[in-house]
C-alpha cells in the first residue's frame, strides 16, 4: 500500500521570506500523481500544485514550487514571498495514475509570522 | 472544475443519535468519496461510492455504523449512525474531475461534535 510521510507536525516562517515543506512516499507504482493542498482554518481544501511522475520538470505555479526527485521517492514544496494567508495547514498527497483515491500525509501546520 | 455544496457545515449531536450530511455537486461524477478527519489529523478515507453500486468502504469502517447513498451522478449522502464522542471528526465529500488534470474537489466538510 502507498504512504505519504510528512515529517514536520509544524514550520513557520517570516513573513516574505522562503519556507520548505517536505514530503516523502513510499510506492512501487511508476506512474503516478503527487499534490500538496492547503487547508486553512475554513476547512476548505485547495490544490496548491500537482506534478505528474513522468515528468521531470518541476511544477510551478507562482511562488509555489516543488522539488520533485522521483528516485528518492522525496517531494517538497518551496513557497517563496511567504504571506500570511499561506497559513494553513498541507497536505502531501499521492494518487497512482489508474487509482481511485487520494492517500494524504499527516500535514504540516505552517505558521506566517509578521 | 467542480463546486461541492455539502450540508450541514457543522452540528452537534446527542450521542445513540444519527446524522445524515449531504453532499452536492455541479456536475456529474462517476466516483464520490468520503473523508474523515478526526481533530488535528489528515484525511482518512471511509468510502467510494459509485453511482448504482454498493460503496466501497475502507479497512475500519463498516456500513453499519456509515451508509451511504447515492442515487444520481451529482449527490450523496454519509449518515453517521449509532454516534459517540469518537465520532466528532470534520466529514468531507471529494470528487476527482476524471480528466487529464485529475485533481481532486473538496466540500467545505461538516464538523460533527458529539455529546
Known amino acids: 500500500a502507498q504512504t505519504v510521510t510528512q515529517s514536520q507536525p509544524e514550520m513557520s516562517v517570516q513573513e516574505a521570506e522562503t519556507v520548505t515543506l517536505s514530503c516523502t512516499y513510499d510506492?512501487?507504482?511508476?506512474?503516478?500523481?503527487l499534490f500538496w493542498y492547503k487547508q486553512p482554518p475554513s476547512r476548505q481544501m485547495i490544490l496548491v500544485i500537482r506534478?505528474?511522475?513522468?515528468?521531470?520538470q518541476n511544477a510551478t505555479e507562482n511562488r509555489f514550487s516543488v522539488n520533485f526527485q522521483k528516485a528518492a521517492k522525496s517531494f517538497s514544496l518551496k513557497i517563496s514571498d511567504s504571506q500570511l494567508g499561506d497559513a494553513a495547514m498541507y497536505f502531501c498527497?499521492?494518487?497512482?495514475?489508474?487509482?481511485?483515491?487520494?492517500?494524504f500525509g499527516p500535514g504540516t501546520r505552517l505558521s506566517v509570522l509578521p | 472544475s467542480a463546486v461541492i455544496s455539502q450540508k450541514p457545515s457543522r452540528d452537534i449531536c446527542q450521542r445513540g443519535t444519527s446524522l445524515t450530511i449531504q453532499c452536492q455537486v455541479d456536475?456529474?461524477?462517476?466516483?464520490m468519496f468520503w473523508y474523515r478527519q478526526q481533530p488535528g489529523q489528515s484525511l482518512t478515507l471511509i468510502a467510494t461510492?459509485?453511482?448504482?453500486?454498493?460503496?466501497?468502504?475502507e479497512s475500519g469502517f463498516v456500513i453499519d455504523k456509515f451508509p451511504i447513498s447515492r442515487p444520481n451522478l451529482t449527490f450523496s449522502t454519509l449518515t453517521v449512525s449509532n454516534m459517540s464522542p469518537e465520532d466528532s471528526s470534520i466529514y468531507l465529500c471529494?470528487?476527482?474531475?476524471?480528466?487529464?488534470?485529475?485533481?481532486?474537489?473538496f466540500g467545505q466538510g461538516t464538523r460533527l461534535t458529539v455529546v
Open positions: 510506492t512501487s507504482e511508476s506512474d503516478y500523481y
Open positions: 471529494s470528487v476527482e474531475d476524471g480528466g487529464f488534470n485529475t485533481e481532486a474537489f
Open positions: 498527497a499521492y494518487r497512482a495514475f489508474y487509482g481511485q483515491n487520494f492517500v
Open positions: 461510492a459509485n453511482q448504482g453500486s454498493e460503496a466501497t468502504y
Open positions: 456536475s456529474q461524477v462517476t466516483m
Open positions: 506534478q505528474e511522475a513522468y515528468k521531470q
